[in-house]
């Protein structure tokens, strides 16, 4: 089983709003990662845990909180969005198999977060 | 450091003929390649991947593509369109930690 799960499936919030996005895998991969995906563009890698420690920010603006909880989960908080920031949000995960982090990524569906 | 140029923004096929979708890449290291598709409003899904075991690469829904190193191309083919395969297709490569290299994208629509 590749299935990497996101909830929920669409989001409409305002801009003082405070919001949670979920993302979970149960196939014991050890990195997770948040991408940001605007319309008729490649995604964009915004996180990435690796063993549950943040490895990589890519100068992400802290209004967008990731966390870590376990292997299996992965959450990003939402605070003070702006209307730019709607896009599909997507998480991935990968094996870190013999700790290669060039692995497979494996994607969820994607929330669709939209920023009123 | 590692990119992707995928040489066309869209591709339109009829029914039953020939797709070609094209990707050129470059890359320090000996990487690692893949092909993703997206359906609208959908996540990503892995057709196949390259990981230099064979230079022909088999993947789901009867596409393949061909390893060219002295080429540095990876194009994905599939004998016969359908329908089901209108969607946006992501040449990627990965040969830095964690981080992937997005081609563009093709858009592929299949007339009927």
């Known amino acids: 089983d590749t299935e990497v799960t996101q909830t929920p499936k669409h989001l409409v919030m305002g801009m003082t709003n405070k919001k949670s996005l979920k993302c979970e895998q149960h196939?014991?991969?050890?990195?997770m990662y948040w991408y940001k995906q605007k319309a008729k563009k490649p995604p964009e890698l915004m996180f990435v845990y690796s063993y549950e420690k943040l490895s990589i920010n890519e100068s992400v603006p802290s209004r967008f909180s990731p966390e870590c909880p376990n292997s299996s989960l992965l959450n990003l908080h939402l605070h003070a969005l702006q209307p730019e920031d709607s896009a599909l949000y997507l998480c991935?995960?990968?094996?870190?198999?013999?700790?290669?982090?060039?692995?497979?990524?494996?994607f969820g569906p994607g929330t669709r977060l939209t920023v009123l | 450091a590692q990119s992707v140029t995928q040489l066309d923004s869209h591709v339109s096929v009829s029914e039953g003929t020939p797709v070609l979708l094209r990707c050129n890449y470059s890359?320090?290291?000996?990487?690692?390649l893949f092909w993703y598709v997206q359906h609208p409003n959908k996540g990503l899904q892995l057709l196949l991947k390259?990981?230099?075991?064979?230079?022909l690469v088999k993947g789901i829904n009867g596409f393949e593509a061909e390893f060219k190193k002295s080429e540095t191309s990876f194009h994905l083919t599939k004998p016969s369109a359908h329908m089901s395969d209108a969607a946006e297709y992501f040449c990627v490569v990965s040969d830095d930690d964690y981080k992937l290299s997005f081609g563009a994208g093709t858009t592929v629509t299949v007339r009927a």
């Open positions: 991935a995960s990968s094996p870190l198999s013999a700790g290669v982090s060039t692995d497979t990524q494996y």
């Open positions: 196939m014991g991969h050890r990195a």
């Open positions: 390259y990981t230099s075991a064979a230079t």
């Open positions: 890359s320090s290291y000996s990487p690692s």
